[in-house]
């Protein structure tokens, strides 16, 4: 993320230069506005960068639409006016550039105040401020405007999620997934907010158990059952959004970390049918990672100490090894080599 807002940056401080130049010509260089009759060509040009997120071209263009409808207010789009200041004020916002976002956004809530993008993106800048019960204020109103916008829900999970709000957070995260049934693709977003929201709910998951691993009592039978359930709905929500994103590296690798616990648990049963079972665990943690060597040396391990198969350990720790060499795993190879020639001889 760090690096696309660097980017951002960059391109917003260039379009910024190509501005200034542009329309701050003096000594004799004559300034002229587009006519308001190009406006509505400027603004469509300025969206067709946008989903490009060509932005400097996007910005460049919003500000020629914004000058050509400044030079006849009274018959000016609204609507497009609104619009535009909505854009130029998003692009500064996602390059740090806060005062600008902020008069931009400023002038299109002078159009008008109630509509949830103004809410939305004023949200954001009071959320990056530490401005959190303002934010969640606007986002609020983004929702009471249109209670399907799926961003906004999100964005209110964050929150409560932040202050410990989790039965809040987890509401507002399905609400996302439920109004982003599309996966769509939102600019600037590294992948569609209902993704991002399944990724949330099963973090709170996570939190809730912690939660209750800190409590100074015993868990009661009910309570042991709600943390069995929120284990499972945290595996099967994190598996669904990898299937949708098989690039989507942070939920692939919180996958991971769930099925290596969830693998431990099942090694720790101590009946055979646990280990083959903390064996699929281990295969699922391969096939969505094949350079995951612990998950080699695990499954080695059961089928040799466990499964009295050293046929299909040796397999595994040979992988494990050409990933890892290690003296230990090669330990555990030639071991089986003796073992499976010593069977052979008998």
Known sequence: MRKWLLYF????????????VVNTKRGGAEINSPPASQAGAFIEQGDEYFEKQDLPKALFAYWEGIQAMETDTDSADQTSRLHAHLRVSEIYFHSNWTADAEIHLNRAA????????VHLLRGKLLRDTGEQALAVREFLAVIAKDPT???????????YQGTKQFEEA????????????DLI?????????????RLQLSRTYRNIQQMYQFLDRELTADEQAQLVGLDDKGLEILEEV????PHYTEAKEELIGLLYGRAALLRRGGEERAYDEALDVYQKIVTLDPTEVDAYLWMGQIYNSFLQDPESALEVYRKAYALEPDSMTLTEIKNLERDLEEMKIE
């Open 170 to 181: 987890q509401t507002h995260y399905n609400k996302a997934i439920e109004h982003d049934p």
């Open 9 to 20: 940056e960059a391109v917003a401080l260039i379009a910024l230069i190509v501005l200034i």
């Open 149 to 159: 916008y799926a961003e906004a829900h999100y964005q209110l999970g964050v929150l």
């Open 185 to 197: 693709d939102v600019p600037f977003e590294p992948i569609p907010i209902g993704l991002q929201a």
């Open 242 to 245: 990898v299937a949708h994103a």
């Open 110 to 117: 002078a159009i008008d105040p109630d509509h949830p993008a």
